[in-house]
Nanobody
């Protein structure tokens, strides 16, 4: 069982930045992949970015060049650095740990981009 706790969400103006954190209860070096998803009101949950073994990263087209996913094995934490935020980025952001046979979700953190 992997427990995940997200933090760092909040209200930010368009063009601003936020860094989300996802603290895992186990070493993230033992997890196949860590990912950030988001879900806006009335929309399906979508993959934003992922970090897999070998530091292989993936970014959704909508966030490429603005978001960066990184991991700190010493702190068992994955980060999502979000720059140049847009109102369309408003959503609840979820962290996900993906193992071979199981996956685990955090509780989510709200990000609101508004002037």
């Amino acid at each position: 069982q992997v427990q995940l706790v997200e933090s760092g969400g909040g209200l930010v103006q368009p063009g601003g930045s936020l860094t989300l954190s996802c603290a895992a209860s186990v070493s993230i070096g033992t997890i196949n992949a860590m990912a950030w998803y988001r879900q806006a009101p009335g929309k399906e949950r979508e993959l934003v970015a992922s970090l897999a073994v070998g530091d292989v990263t993936y970014y959704a087209d909508a966030v490429k060049g603005r978001f960066t996913i990184t991991g700190d094995n010493a702190k068992n934490t994955v980060y999502l650095q979000m720059n140049n935020l847009e109102p369309e980025d408003t959503a609840v952001y979820y962290c996900k740990a993906i193992e071979l046979y199981n996956s685990y979700w955090g509780q989510g953190t709200q990000v609101t981009v508004s002037s």
